[in-house]
C-alpha cells in the first residue's frame, strides 16, 4: 500500500523553527523526486521546494530561498523541510508529493504550518 505521512507541523512564532517530515512507503521512494507544496486559505496549491531523485538536486520558490532547506534520506524512505526564519505568510498545510516515472504521482495528507504570535 502506498502511503506518504507528513509529520512536523504545528504552530509556531514569527521567526521560528519547524521541520516537516515526508516518510514514504510501499513503493520504491529513491525513484522519486519529492516536491513539497503548501496551501494557504482560500489560495491556491504553490509548490515551495523540491528535490530530484538520484543527484538530489534542489530547488525553492524565491518566496522560501534561504529560509527553507530541502533533503532526502533515501535509506530512511523520508524527505524533510527545515523551514527557519518562518513568517506569517508562511502559513498554510505541507503537502508531501513524490513524482515518478510516466508522471506516476503520490501524495501524503498535509500538516498544517501557523506562524503566528
Known amino acids: 500500500q502506498v502511503q506518504l505521512v507528513e509529520s512536523g507541523g504545528g504552530l509556531v512564532q514569527p521567526g521560528g523553527s519547524l521541520r516537516l517530515s515526508c516518510a514514504a512507503s510501499?513503493?520504491?521512494?529513491?525513484?522519486?523526486?519529492v516536491n513539497w507544496y503548501r496551501q494557504a486559505p482560500e489560495k491556491e496549491r504553490e509548490l515551495v521546494a523540491a528535490?530530484?531523485?538520484?543527484?538530489?538536486?534542489?530547488n525553492y520558490a524565491d518566496s522560501v530561498k534561504g529560509r527553507f532547506t530541502i533533503s532526502r534520506d533515501n535509506a530512511k524512505n523520508t524527505v524533510y523541510l527545515q523551514m527557519n526564519s518562518l513568517k506569517p505568510e508562511d502559513t498554510g498545510v505541507y503537502y508531501c508529493?513524490?513524482?515518478?516515472?510516466?508522471?506516476?504521482?503520490?501524495w501524503g495528507q498535509g500538516t498544517q504550518v501557523t506562524v503566528s504570535s
Open positions: 508529493n513524490a513524482l515518478g516515472y510516466w508522471s506516476v504521482s503520490y
Open positions: 510501499g513503493f520504491t521512494f529513491s525513484n522519486f523526486a
Open positions: 528535490i530530484t531523485r538520484g543527484d538530489g538536486i534542489m
